[in-house]
């Protein structure tokens, strides 16, 4: 009556459970919110993006107005030369016309005869009537800061995508050590038991003395895979640290009292619905931050042959200025043009070969074509990298399904050879062979559910979705 009260209690035992769990989880989804906003690398992204935004700044500076002066005098033995003041504002705008407006003070007694002697002011403007008239440099600057702002922000999302996919394949490595410690931990108590339930069987003369050896190493085998197991869990722990900071942006090491919301065993993945994968594929081709960065790269290309075509026209500059006595310059506004107190003048000029402005603009367009071969290519390599992932899901899912199976069939064997032990036709031997099994199976289940997550996520990094 004694030996089947302790087996009847080993096979309760050797249900394959977990332990009490530690009151403090982290699941998946907090350890992705934490990487978005506290990880260094997350924060250098966002001080990328405020410094593509200085530059758009530091652009506009070309646009900005300029209020300059120029003072000269001179006296020379006694003789009052010439004393000439010019104050003058400079106000650029989009469309390369510049607008000036200023005053002139000019007196003395060896000035020029062509200057204006006394008050003077005028109101006048620069044209571009060909190069630059379209295009310039400072435009092109300005036009290329604003691109690489919006780029920044795709940058941002790129940088993130491939920081969240290192993260979480160390969140899931995490989670299938803790799942192996836990099966591991079980199977310690379990054989405990069993070693105690030997030991008195062989006391009361049911057992030969050999089957308490047997018990006995079979726990020390477990023993040292539970130790081992555990430093494995530690390791993953810390490894999963490195993507865990405070807000203070101080590393956070993980202490062992926390332990995976994502319960491997518990999970059932039969009823999960596979993504679809022309879905997939569209999403990757619209959004995924590699391929959008071609984008952003191509216009600012774009941005760049525009201005070395400036290089093939001949530069024509118009200058007229509206003069006017006094410093009264909306009065001087309003006169008529070309009739009186008006000065203009025209420069030309323009290289006869055009060698270096031919070989810019080429070298342009040249560029263009290249770029959109190497995104020809990475929309290749996207595509592939979804499909392959893809596939690799839908095996996996398959797998584990398989393996669920196998690990009841293991368990079946187990329990059954345990039912034949206590009728006296099996032995201690058989039973450690049937659950070293039933672990094995176990554990190979563990691990393909947590390569299922991570191929799922690696999934959602080849299209470009794994951060929102």
């Known amino acids: 009556m004694k030996q089947c009260i ?5 096979l309760c035992m050797t249900v394959m459970g977990f332990s009490q769990q530690p009151e403090k989880i982290l699941s998946a989804q907090q350890v992705m919110e934490i990487v978005q906003r506290f990880h260094p690398v997350a924060k250098q992204a966002d001080i990328f993006i405020e410094k593509a935004k200085a530059d ?39 469309f390369g016309v510049d607008v000036r407006a200023g005053t002139e003070y000019l007196s003395g007694s060896r000035t020029d005869p062509m200057n204006t002697r006394g008050e003077t002011s005028y109101l006048g403007l620069n044209v571009p009537l060909a190069k630059n008239l379209l295009m310039d440099k400072r435009r092109a600057a300005l036009q290329t800061a604003k691109i690489f702002r919006d780029a920044s922000e795709v940058e941002k999302r790129n940088i993130l995508n ?14 299938q050590q803790y799942q192996v410690f836990q099966i591991l931990s079980n199977a310690v108590i379990v054989n405990e038991k069993r070693v105690q339930l030997v030991k008195t069987t062989f006391q009361l003369g049911d057992r030969p003395a050999i089957d308490t050896t047997e018990a ?19 390791n993953a722990g810390l490894d999963l640290s490195l993507y865990l900071w405070t807000a203070q942006t101080n590393p956070y090491y993980l202490p062992e009292t926390i332990s995976p919301a994502d319960n491997l065993q518990t999970i059932n993945l039969n009823n999960v619905v596979l993504p679809e994968l022309n879905s997939l594929l569209d999403a990757a081709l619209k959004n995924h931050p590699e391929l959008l960065i071609y984008n952003y790269k191509l216009d600012v ?15 024509i500059d118009f200058r007229y200025n509206q003069l006017g006595k006094g410093y009264n310059v909306l009065k001087t506004a309003t006169a008529p043009l070309f009739e009186n107190n008006f000065q203009y003048g025209i420069s030309m000029g323009i290289p006869l070969r055009l060698s270096a402005g031919r070989g810019e603009y080429r070298k342009a367009k040249l560029t263009i074509t290249e770029t959109q071969l190497q995104q020809s290519q990475k929309q290749l390599q996207v595509e592939n990298k979804v499909k392959s992932y893809f596939n690799e899901l839908v095996t996996l899912k398959s797998q584990v399904s398989l393996q669920e199976k196998a690990y009841s069939n293991f368990l079946a064997l ?13 032995s201690l031997f058989l039973i450690n062979a049937r659950e070293n099994k039933t672990l094995e199976a ?23 979705l794994l951060i929102n």
């Open 216 to 234: 006995l190493t079979q726990l020390q085998s477990f023993e040292l895979m539970k130790s081992q197991a555990w430093l494995d869990f530690q």
């Open 442 to 464: 176990l554990q190979k289940l563990q691990e393909l559910k947590a390569k299922y997550f991570k191929t799922q996520n690696a999934l959602q990094w080849a299209a470009g």
């Open 162 to 175: 491939n920081l969240l996919l290192d993260a979480m394949k160390s969140y899931w490595n995490w989670a």
């Open 301 to 315: 290309l774009d941005v760049e042959k525009k201005l070395k075509f400036q290089e093939l026209l001949p530069k």
């Open 6 to 10: 302790l087996l009847t209690t080993l």
């Open 56 to 94: 758009v700044t530091i652009a506009k500076g070309g646009f900005d107005p300029m209020l300059q002066n120029e003072l000269a005098k001179k006296t020379f033995d006694g003789t009052d030369y010439f004393y000439y003041n010019r104050p003058e504002l400079n106000i650029p705008t989009w």
């Open 414 to 426: 187990q329990r059954g050879e345990e039912i034949r032990f206590q009728a006296g036709e099996s």
